[in-house]
C-alpha cells in the first residue's frame, strides 16, 4: 500500500517502477491464473429451448399507472482537518407516470418540455446518514448515531403516516392475519445478546421496544435490519450505505402499495410498480427477503401485484447482451439455475442450492423486445420460495409487465425506460457539482 499524503504534499517514497516483474516470473502466479475458469463466449453458449417463450401482446392494457423508485447518495466530507469527519446525502424519489398520456406522447414528432411536465409527478424524500467521526443528537457511538438516523428517517414520512408503520404492517402481516411474532433480531444493538424475540405487542406507538431482558435499552422495530451490524465505530459507515439505498427503494414501493390497498385496492390492478435494480436485499438486510415475499403471495392471491425490478449494469446484463442475437425479437428467456451457474456465475451447475435463495423474491429473466433491446429484469414468483428451473407458469402477469417494459423504451440511456431513466436524472447526485456544493452546504452548517 502506497503512503498517505497530507496537506496535499508528494510523498517522499515513491512506487517501484519494476516490482511488477516479481509477479510476472512467478511460477506459483502462473500456475494460480492458469487453474481459474473464466466466462464462455458466445459461441460456447447454447440456450435451453425449454426456457424460450415468445411474449403475447395482450390488448387492452389493464395498466394505467407506472410508479418508479430510484435512489441515490453522496458522502462528503465536513471536516477534513484531523479527524476527518464524512455524512452522507441520500435522496429517493418515487416517480408516477400515466400510462394514456405515455401513449400520446409516443405519437409526437417532436415532445416539448410541456408535455414531459404532463407525465411526470415526483415525489422527493432526503435523508442525511453520519457516516465516519460524526455524533449524532449526543449518541455515544457512531453505531447509536446511525440507529438513531435511519429510525428518524422512517419515522417522518409526510404524507400523514411513517414507514415505520408500514414496516410493522410488513413485518406482522397485518395486511391478513396478524403475527404475533416475527423472525428474531440476530443480535441486540445495545449489548450483543443474541437472538432477541420481536413479538408485535411489544412495540409502543413509536415502534420502540424493550424486548432485550438483559438489557432493557430501546430496540428501534427498524435494527431488524441488522444495518448497525456493518458500522464500525472506528472505520466508519460507508460499507451499509449501497445496502440502506436498495432497501429504502423497496420499502418505498411497499408503502404505496399499502396506501393504495387501504384507500382504492381495486388500484392495484392497473397499477405497474418498477424498482431500479433487483427485487432483492443484501448484506446485513438480506432477511427482509422473507416478509416481501409473503407480501407477494397474499397479493397474488387477494388482489394483483405488477412488480418488476429492471437491472442496468452487472454480470446479467454483459450477459443479456452477449446472447442478444440467440433471441428473437418479442422474446423470453427464463433463467435457470443450470444457465446461472454454467454461463454468467461460477458454481457447479448441478449445485442443489438455487441460486440468490437467501437474498432474492424474485427471479431473473431476460427480454429481447420487438424492437431489439435486452432487458433483465426480476419478476416476483407466485407461491415458490425458490425456483429452479423456472416456467412462465410460475410468472404471475409476466405478459403485461412486458408489453409496458416494450412501451416505456427510452433512448437516454442504453436499453432504458421511460420512468426509471427520469427518476434517476431527477434525482441523482452527481460528483460534479452536486457533490461539491453538498459538502460547501455542510460545512456552513458544522459547529
Not at 100 to 118: G, H, N, P, T, V
Not at 239 to 260: A, V
Not at 290 to 316: M, T, V, W
Request: glycine letters at 2%; one cysteine or more.
Amino acid at each position: 500500500m502506497a503512503y498517505s499524503t497530507r496537506n496535499g504534499r508528494r510523498p517522499d517514497e515513491l512506487a517501484s517502477k519494476s516490482s511488477h516483474s516479481h509477479i510476472i516470473n512467478d511460477e506459483t502466479v502462473k500456475a494460480f491464473i492458469s487453474s481459474c475458469e473464466y466466462p464462455k463466449e458466445i459461441d460456447q453458449i447454447t440456450l435451453d429451448q425449454s426456457l424460450r417463450h415468445k411474449v403475447e401482446y395482450l390488448e387492452p392494457n389493464p395498466i394505467q399507472h407506472i410508479l418508479a423508485v430510484d435512489g441515490s447518495y453522496s458522502t462528503v466530507a465536513v471536516k477534513k482537518t484531523f479527524p476527518s469527519s464524512l455524512i452522507s446525502f441520500f435522496q429517493f424519489g418515487e416517480l408516477v407516470l400515466n400510462t394514456k398520456d405515455l401513449d400520446e406522447i409516443s405519437q409526437m414528432s417532436f415532445i416539448s418540455r410541456e408535455a414531459m411536465s404532463k407525465i411526470k409527478e415526483l415525489e422527493r424524500s432526503k435523508f442525511v446518514l453520519p457516516t465516519k467521526n460524526v455524533s449524532y443528537k449526543s449518541s455515544m457511538t457512531l453505531i447509536d448515531s446511525v440507529r438513531k438516523s435511519i429510525y428518524e428517517f422512517f419515522r417522518n414520512k409526510n404524507d400523514g403516516t411513517n414507514l415505520l408503520e408500514t414496516l410493522h404492517w410488513l413485518l406482522f402481516e397485518l395486511y391478513d392475519k396478524p403475527l404475533e411474532y416475527c423472525d428474531p433480531l440476530s443480535r441486540c444493538p445495545n449489548c450483543d445478546e443474541p437472538n432477541v424475540p420481536f413479538f408485535r405487542n411489544d412495540f409502543n406507538n413509536e415502534y420502540i421496544s424493550k424486548s432485550c431482558k438483559v438489557c432493557n435499552e430501546d430496540i428501534f422495530i427498524t435494527d431488524i435490519f441488522r444495518l448497525h451490524e456493518a458500522v464500525d465505530n472506528e472505520l466508519g459507515a460507508g460499507g451499509i450505505l449501497g445496502y440502506l439505498t436498495n432497501l429504502i427503494e423497496q420499502i418505498n414501493i411497499i408503502h404505496t402499495i399499502k396506501n393504495i390497498k387501504a384507500l382504492r385496492s381495486d388500484l392495484l390492478n392497473s397499477f405497474l410498480f418498477i424498482k431500479d435494480g433487483p427485487l432483492a436485499f443484501f448484506g446485513q438486510t438480506a432477511n427482509m427477503h422473507k416478509p416481501l415475499r409473503r407480501l407477494c403471495n397474499y397479493l397474488f392471491e387477494h388482489h394483483n401485484l405488477y412488480l418488476a425490478g429492471l437491472e442496468k449494469s452487472g454480470a446479467f446484463v454483459e450477459h443479456a447482451h452477449e446472447i442478444k442475437d440467440l433471441l428473437n425479437p418479442g422474446e423470453v428467456f427464463l433463467l435457470s439455475n443450470k444457465h446461472i451457474y454454467t454461463y454468467i456465475l461460477p458454481n457447479d451447475p448441478e449445485t442443489p442450492n438455487p441460486y440468490a435463495s437467501t437474498s432474492y423474491y424474485s427471479s431473473k429473466i431476460i427480454f429481447k423486445s420487438q424492437d431489439e433491446r435486452m432487458y433483465v429484469l426480476t419478476i416476483p414468483v407466485e407461491n415458490k420460495e425458490v425456483v429452479m428451473n423456472p416456467q412462465m407458469s410460475n410468472f404471475k402477469n409476466l405478459d403485461i409487465i412486458l408489453l409496458n417494459i416494450e412501451k416505456l423504451r427510452c433512448d437516454m440511456y442504453d436499453n432504458a425506460i421511460v420512468p426509471v431513466a427520469l427518476a434517476n436524472k431527477l434525482i441523482s447526485l452527481s460528483n460534479h457539482p452536486s457533490s461539491i456544493l453538498l459538502e460547501k452546504f455542510a460545512k456552513t452548517l458544522v459547529k
